[in-house]
């Protein structure tokens, strides 16, 4: 529970720097091809977020279809705003699946690993609450 708010205040923070850093840049001395890709990023992310809250609001039985369907869709999502703003060409539109699937593999065992840890703690917060019982 607590490193898994670490980690979401840390990487807030570490955004909100980034973002202000290169709007400052932008200010001072325009829009370079840096600062467009990490404007490009910052909008991707956010686009990524809200697709991954509508998948989670289609609730299915089964986890991993879950996990599929947030996968190709957010792959989906990746290849056609890459294409649009030039990060793939027709040549290497299969990347697109290759670069969410680098971050989705990575996050998704660290999350299984901070879901373990927060089970793990309330369960032993109510074994202690039955033991004071």
Known sequence: ???????????IFAAIIILVVFFVSFLLIGMTPEIM???EIFILSFFVTVIQHLVKQVICTYSVINIM???FSVSVFVFLYGYFVEWFFKSNWWMAFVYVAIVYVPAY?????????????????????????
């Not at 529970?1 to 990487?11: A, H």
């Not at 065992?109 to 019982?133: G, H, P, S, T």
């Open 1 to 11: 529970m607590v490193l898994k708010e670490i980690l979401k205040k840390t990487f």
């Open 37 to 39: 890709l990490v404007f």
């Open 69 to 71: 369907i947030e996968y």
């Open 109 to 133: 065992f660290l999350d299984m690993v901070v879901v373990k840890k927060d089970i793990d703690y309330i369960n032993a917060q109510l074994e202690r609450r039955r033991e004071c019982n």
